[in-house]
Structure formats: structure tokens, C-alpha cells
């Protein structure tokens, strides 16, 4: 069932123009034209990209997304105060990455971008405002920005929202263009769930009523985490049979295809690989760990901890069966990673397990030729820097033909399509023999490779010869 959107126009803020802020705000622009939506940031470089493109971030279908509302209803502005000013909806859209120093380091949130929107907004607003949490933040944090808000509230009064966003990279468009849902928690107050009505009121302009949710304000903060670590959890199940099903010489695909086919379980997020990566999963699990301890439950937190222990040991895993495969040392010989990206279709390297792997073969004094469709070579090395002075080196290439170009070994590290049908021939021919090929992603045809000569290793899937050497395992 569809519902109309609020007929009155409504004028919004979204403080935060990165991955989240950006799409989230020109689907709405796109979506409602009676709105008007202002995007705002402290980086002007980044809304310099937004307003005149290349866009800041790469996401299949957000060019065009965006081209068609800004300058419209959608606007990309560093006036951060004039748009808190005039707007009746506020996003927080800032990041809130992993703490890294006192309190929490290395587990909880880092809230001090939120914090300082909250503050700016009780500085700045007048009259009735409603602030909307769509970072994904640590459960009761609405309480703290409430409380901020609460000692400016001689001339606004504030209603605070959660609204944790889902959608994926490489495909936020279609996430958001047909969320499976959309989250709205409050407090249940009348003038709460007034606040949610008007934002669900928002939603509704294109999604459907019954997929607009409306919960308790911690319900609507935790459930975000909960939805990531489930999410990451699968993954980490399945990276784990991978290792198993490469002692015994079963198939990790052939398993995830048996196991998933049971309804009850579901066959999405149980592709094996070499690892999760993304700006969110990690974080957000170390933060679910870190608030577990808080709350005096270890084993929660211990059972949630290992979902990041497994991530972290299959990305080691892969790093270290390269090397034993190039008969115990990588040094000085030349390995050409495919894919720098943390997944397909997306310019995003943020814990990509690519930078885990480098370190690791750069750390072996290895030469390595990286190849991504879409990252920049900039971006790749400034990810790598902190290992490049250890005696390894990066080259990064323009095709992976020649990245591979007299290689000892090629890494597949991102799932990009164009890694499906590469010319396996023409790889095998530029390369040192043997030729050494590892697929973390499980893209490549394992027979064409095998019966032109490469000596093969994937996630989970039983090599399909003996290797010659004994050197692997
Ligand atoms: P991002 O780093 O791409 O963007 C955040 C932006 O906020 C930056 O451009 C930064 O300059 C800006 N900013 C920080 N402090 C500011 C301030 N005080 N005033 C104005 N601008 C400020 O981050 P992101 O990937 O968009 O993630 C944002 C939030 O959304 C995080 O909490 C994240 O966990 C969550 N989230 C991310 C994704 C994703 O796919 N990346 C998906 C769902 C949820
Ligand atoms: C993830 C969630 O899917 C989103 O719902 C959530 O909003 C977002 O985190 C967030 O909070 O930031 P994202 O990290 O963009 O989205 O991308 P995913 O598709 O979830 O992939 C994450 C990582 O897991 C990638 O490295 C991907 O290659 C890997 N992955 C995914 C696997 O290894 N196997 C799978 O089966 C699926």
C-alpha cells in the first residue's frame, strides 16, 4: 500500500555530504520536488565535486540522480549556519568512525563530528526543529544529543529522530530508490511521534507505508547495529567453512548454494571471500563490543568480537598462502593485485581488505602492480604509505594485463565484473612461470585457468590439481 507524501513543502538540512549525505539527500530531492534539500559540509572540496562534478564518490546511477534535482530542489553548500537556520528537518549524516585514542580507543565510537553538529545546531537555530540521527550511532546517543540541544532551548525547541540509513555501496541508488525498509525511532511523546509522522510523511512520497517502520528511539539506534553485525556475521560463518572446506577439498560455493537454499537461512551475504571490508562493518561491531562491555555482559561482547577476529585471520590467511606459494618469499617479485575497492562499484577503499593484504605482502618486501577501475592512484598510495619504506614498492597500472605483465603471481582482491571475463591467455602469457593466481573473490573460471597452466588457489574451493612442489597447502 502507498501513501502520499506530505503536500506541504518542507525545507531540509543534511549535515554531511559523503556516502550517506549525498545519495540519501538526491534520492529524497528526486523523490519529493516540493522539498527543498540543502546538503551542507566543512569540506569544500567536497561540495565543489558535488556541485561541479566528478561527483566525490562513485555509486552506479547517482550521476544522473544528482543531475536532475541540483540546482532544482537539491543544493551542495558550505553555509552551514544559514542552512540549520532555515531548514524544519536536520540530518546528521557526519561520520563516526572507531575511536582511536582515550577512552574506548580502537572499539567505540567517535562521536565528536556528531557532537559538534548538535552543537552548532543549538547555536544557531531558532524555532521548532527536528533532528534527525542518520549516522549510525551507539544506542542512547539521542540522549546526549537531546541534552545538547536541551541547554540551547531558550529559542528552538528540538524533537530528535533516529533514522539509521541501510543502504550499501556500489548500489545505494536502488537501495534507496526501494529500501526494503526505513527505520524511524522517537519518543513516545506526542510531539515524538509527531516528529516521526512528519518524517515518515517525507518517506512515504515514495515508499511504500507498510515498509516505513517506526520504533523506540534506542530500538531504531541499536537495531542499525544489530543489522550489520548479523549481516557481517554471515560472512564471517562462511569465510570460516572456506578454511575448512580448503583442508578437505570441498567447495565453499557448492556449500553456500546447499545452505542457503533452506529458507530459513537464505542465500544472500554467503559469498566467501578474502575478508569484509567497508567503512561500516568493522566499526560497527567493535562499537557493539564496546557497548556490551559497557553494559557489564562479556560473553555478548566476546561472541560479537569474533566475528572481527575471523575477518581479520582470513584476510592474514590469504596473504600468507601467497607466500607460501611463491615458495616461502615474496621478496623482490612482482604480484599483481586486481581490485583495490572494499567491493565492486565502488571508488571506496576504507578497510578494504586490499590495504590488509598489501601490508602484508609489502611487509615480505614483495613489489607490487595494482589495478582498480576505479580508485586513484593517489588514493592507493596514500593507503599504503605507512608500509612503503619496509623495502617493497607499488606500482600502480593502468590495465591488469599489465599489472600482470611478468609477474610471479596475481591477487584477486575485488569482485569488479571486468575480473569475469579477463583474457586468462593473455594474463598466463605476460606472466613468470609459474604462474600463480589467487582468486579471494571466487570470480575467476577455475578450469580455463587450470587448463592453461595456472597454478590456482581460491576461497574454500578444492584446487583442481596437484600442486607441484609440496610448497602449498
Ligand atoms: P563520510 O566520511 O563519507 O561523510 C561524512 C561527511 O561529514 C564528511 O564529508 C565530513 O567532512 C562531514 N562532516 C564531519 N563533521 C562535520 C561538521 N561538523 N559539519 C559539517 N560536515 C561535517 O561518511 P559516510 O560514509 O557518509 O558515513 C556517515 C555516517 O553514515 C556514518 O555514521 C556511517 O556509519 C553511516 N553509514 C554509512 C554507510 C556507507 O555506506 N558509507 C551506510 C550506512 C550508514
Ligand atoms: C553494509 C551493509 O550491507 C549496509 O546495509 C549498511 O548500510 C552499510 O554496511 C553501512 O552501515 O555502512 P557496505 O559495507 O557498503 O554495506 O557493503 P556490503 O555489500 O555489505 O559489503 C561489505 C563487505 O562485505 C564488502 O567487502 C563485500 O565484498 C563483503 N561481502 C559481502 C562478502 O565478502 N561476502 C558477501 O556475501 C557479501
Redesign the pocket.
Known amino acids: 500500500m502507498s501513501a502520499p507524501g506530505l503536500n506541504r513543502a518542507v525545507n531540509i538540512c543534511c549535515?554531511?555530504?559523503?556516502?550517506?549525505?549525498?545519495p540519501t539527500m538526491a534520492m529524497i530531492a528526486s523523490q519529493c520536488p516540493q522539498h527543498r534539500v540543502t546538503v551542507?559540509?566543512?569540506?569544500q572540496g567536497?561540495i565543489d565535486a558535488w556541485n561541479r562534478g566528478p561527483l566525490?564518490?562513485f555509486e552506479p546511477g547517482l550521476e544522473e540522480l544528482v543531475a536532475g534535482c541540483r540546482g532544482r530542489n537539491l543544493f551542495f553548500t558550505t553555509q552551514?549556519d544559514a542552512a540549520i537556520r532555515a531548514a524544519e528537518i536536520i540530518f546528521l549524516?557526519?561520520?563516526?568512525?572507531t575511536k582511536s585514542f582515550g577512552v574506548g580507543a580502537g572499539r567505540a565510537?567517535d562521536l565528536q563530528?556528531?557532537e559538534?553538529?548538535a552543537r552548532?545546531i543549538g547555536a544557531v537555530a531558532e524555532g521548532r526543529k527536528i533532528v534527525v540521527e542518520?549516522?549510525?550511532?551507539p544506542v542512547r546517543t539521542a540522549a546526549a544529543v537531546q541534552a545538547i540541544l536541551a541547554a540551547h532551548a531558550g529559542r528552538a525547541s528540538f524533537e530528535v529522530l533516529s533514522n539509521?540509513?541501510?543502504?550499501?555501496?556500489g548500489s545505494?541508488v536502488a537501495d534507496l530508490r526501494q529500501p526494503d525498509r526505513v527505520l524511524i525511532g522517537s519518543e513516545r511523546t506526542a510531539s515524538g511521534e509527531a516528529a516521526a509522522e512528519v518524517l515518515a510523511s517525507v518517506y512515504a512520497g515514495w515508499v511504500p507505508r507498510d515498509r516505513i517502520l517506526t520504533t523506540n528511539l534506542w530500538s531504531s539506534e541499536l537495531s542499525?547495529l544489530a543489522a550489520n553485525a548479523f549481516l557481517a556475521q554471515r560472512i564471517s560463518s562462511i569465510n570460516a567453512i572456506s578454511a575448512l572446506c580448503e583442508a578437505t577439498g570441498a567447495d565453499v560455493q557448492e556449500i553456500a548454494h546447499a545452505v542457503g537454499r533452506d529458507a530459513r537461512i537464505g542465500s544472500r551475504f554467503l559469498q566467501a571471500s578474502v575478508g569484509f571490508g567497508?567503512?561500516?562493518f568493522q566499526?560497527?561491531i567493535l562499537n557493539l563490543v564496546y557497548l556490551c562491555q559497557h553494559f557489564g555482559l562479556p560473553e555478548v561482547a566476546a561472541y560479537w568480537q569474533q566475528v572481527v577476529a575471523l575477518n581479520d585471520y582470513q584476510k592474514q590467511r590469504f596473504a600468507r598462502r601467497l607466500v607460501e606459494a611463491l615458495f616461502g618469499t615474496a621478496a623482490n617479485k612482482r604480484i599483481a593485485v586486481l581490485g583495490f575497492a572494499f567491493k565492486k562499484d565502488t571508488n571506496?577503499t576504507?578497510e578494504t581488505p586490499a590495504i590488509a593484504v598489501c601490508r602484508d605482502l609489502l611487509v615480505e618486501r614483495a613489489q607490487l602492480a595494482i589495478y582498480d577501475p576505479r580508485v586513484s592512484a593517489g588514493r592507493i598510495e596514500a593507503d599504503l604509505a605507512p608500509w612503503l619504506d619496509l623495502g617493497g614498492h607499488i606500482e600502480v597500472c593502468k590495465d591488469p594485463y599489465a599489472a600482470a605483465a611478468q609477474a610471479h603471481a596475481v591477487a584477486v582482491l575485488t569482485e569488479w565484473d571486468e575480473f569475469r571475463s579477463l583474457d586468462l591467455e593473455r594474463v598466463y602469457a605476460g606472466m613468470l612461470k609459474p604462474a600463480v593466481l589467487f582468486d579471494g573473490r571466487n570470480v575467476i573460471d577455475l578450469a580455463a585457468a587450470r587448463r592453461l597452466g595456472f597454478q590456482l588457489h581460491a576461497i574454500g574451493r578444492a584446487v583442481p590439481e596437484p600442486r607441484l612442489g609440496g610448497a602449498t597447502r
Not at 551542507?40 to 569540506?43: A, T
Not at 539509521?164 to 555501496?169: K, R, V
Request: charged residues 25%; glycine residues 10%.
Open positions: 549535515i554531511g555530504a559523503g556516502y550517506v549525505g549525498g551542507v559540509d566543512v569540506d567536497r566525490p564518490i552551514v549524516a557526519v561520520n563516526t568512525p565510537a563530528y556528531l559538534s553538529c552548532r542518520k549516522s549510525t550511532v539509521p540509513e541501510f543502504l550499501a555501496e545505494a542499525k567497508g567503512s561500516c566499526k560497527d571506496d576504507r
